[in-house]
Nanobody
Framework: QVQLVESGGGLVQTGGSLRLSCAAS????????MGWFRQAPGKEREFVSS????????YYKDSVKGRFTISRDNAKNTVYLQMNSLKPEDTAVYYC?????????????????WGQGTQVTVSS
């Protein structure tokens, strides 16, 4: 099993920045791709970004391209999501995910593991 613990969420004004972190523990050698999803109140959970084991393959949701940056530190078993130029529509619970397969995370059915989520609130 792999445990994922997110941190770094909070309340920020429009245009502000936050950096989410996700620390993995347990059988981390089994993990390949990692990623982030989010869920706003009353909406479906949606893909935000994912990164391959080497960091060489990265995907973003169109609406966050140019504002969000995903990265990972394999020595620390941690993945990050730097969020800049935040907008009220970015308000959601953000979930860290991990997948054993070498195939990328793109859909909510892809991850094998989920964190419990961290709240991000962007005020207008």
């Amino acid at each position: 099993q792999v445990q994922l613990v997110e941190s770094g969420g909070g309340l920020v004004q429009t245009g502000g920045s936050l950096r989410l972190s996700c620390a993995a523990s347990g059988r981390t050698l089994s993990v390949s791709n990692m990623g982030w999803f989010r869920q706003a109140p009353g909406k479906e959970r949606e893909f935000v970004s994912s990164i391959s084991a080497s960091g060489g393959v990265i995907y973003y949701k169109d609406s966050v391209k140019g504002r969000f940056t995903i990265s990972r530190d394999n020595a620390k078993n941690t993945v990050y999501l730097q969020m800049n130029s935040l907008k009220p529509e970015d308000t959601a619970v953000y979930y860290c995910t991990a997948r054993r397969s070498v195939f990328p995370i793109r859909a909510s059915t892809d991850p094998d593991y989920w964190g419990q989520g961290t709240q991000v609130t962007v005020s207008s």
